[in-house]
């Protein structure tokens, strides 16, 4: 009996064992692949660019940081308000560009969508948000421990890049809050064109954090595409 217990108690340990392996490379494998991924999808965007300014020459000569209330909100009012200009609509999934952040020494693609691929690979442009560079609010989501994961160290005055194919616009940090997951009214209309970085918060917290970090910036350079 004795020594069937002991028997037992060892082909636990020994699943506890093997389980607890699998788990951790399980998360060793997905903190290898997101910024592998992401990384991917920034390389693809400076690829389309470098096409597109080739092509152009020879002329002359490609966790939600959201809830569900906050994202219906912003679908209503478009980030900029009952005044705000119409809204240009793409493809979820689309790349729409990139984001640095020259303090940080970071740089990422932004893409359409909130989803699980979009976020994935970059920065989430919220739908119903104006395009960055566009008059309004527009709206940037990423989880905080990827793509977002320094936001915090981000203070007034530090410039954020942007490069869509409108052109180079450069913002300058404003201030920062921290507010409740559902709070629908977190991202203020505009009627100037800002910028709004979303993500959970806190950063260091396990499991759905309660509450998300807003980072706003306002537009103070922009080189439109030519």
């Given at each position: 009996?004795?020594?069937?217990?002991?028997?037992?108690?060892?082909?636990?340990?020994?699943?506890?064992?093997?389980?607890?392996?699998?788990?951790?490379?399980?998360?060793?494998?997905?903190?290898?692949?997101?910024?592998?991924?992401?990384?991917?999808?920034?390389?693809?965007?400076?690829?389309?660019?470098?096409?597109?300014?080739?092509?152009?020459?020879?002329?002359?000569?490609?966790?939600?940081?959201l809830s569900p209330a906050l994202a219906?909100?912003?679908?209503?009012?478009?980030?900029?308000?009952?005044?705000?200009?119409?809204?240009?609509?793409?493809?979820?999934?689309?790349?729409?560009?990139?984001?640095?952040?020259?303090?940080?020494?970071?740089?990422?693609?932004?893409?359409?969508?909130?989803?699980?691929?979009?976020?994935?690979?970059?920065?989430?442009?919220?739908?119903?948000?104006?395009?960055?560079?566009?008059?309004?609010?527009?709206?940037?989501?990423?989880?905080?421990?990827?793509?977002?994961?320094?936001?915090?160290?981000?203070?007034?005055?530090?410039r954020i890049e942007v490069e869509t194919?409108?052109?180079?616009?450069?913002?300058?940090?404003?201030?920062?809050?921290?507010?409740?997951?559902?709070?629908?009214?977190?991202?203020?209309?505009?009627?100037?064109?800002?910028?709004?970085?979303?993500?959970?918060?806190?950063?260091?917290?396990?499991?759905?954090?309660?509450?998300?970090?807003?980072?706003?910036?306002?537009?103070?350079?922009?080189?439109?595409?030519?």
């Amino acid at each position: 009996m004795m020594r069937s217990k002991r028997s037992l108690l060892r082909m636990a340990a020994w699943l506890v064992f093997t389980g607890s392996l699998v788990v951790l490379g399980f998360s060793t494998y997905q903190a290898i692949r997101g910024p592998l991924e992401a990384q991917q999808a920034l390389r693809q965007w400076d690829e389309l660019q470098r096409e597109t300014e080739d092509g152009n020459a020879k002329r002359a000569a490609d966790e939600n940081p959201l809830s569900p209330a906050l994202a219906g909100k912003l679908r209503q009012t478009g980030g900029g308000g009952e005044s705000a200009l119409p809204v240009q609509t793409v493809a979820d999934g689309e790349l729409l560009g990139k984001i640095a952040f020259p303090s940080l020494d970071q740089r990422y693609a932004i893409l359409e969508g909130t989803g699980y691929e979009p976020l994935k690979l970059g920065a989430g442009h919220v739908p119903g948000s104006p395009l960055p560079g566009d008059d309004g609010n527009s709206v940037l989501a990423g989880h905080r421990d990827t793509v977002f994961r320094s936001l915090g160290k981000l203070k007034a005055g530090d410039r954020i890049e942007v490069e869509t194919t409108s052109g180079h616009f450069t913002y300058e940090v404003t201030g920062r809050r921290i507010v409740d997951a559902d709070n629908a009214d977190a991202v203020q209309a505009s009627t100037e064109p800002i910028l709004t970085l979303i993500t959970c918060y806190p950063f260091t917290y396990v499991g759905p954090a309660p509450e998300r970090l807003l980072l706003t910036a306002k537009l103070i350079e922009e080189a439109p595409d030519s």
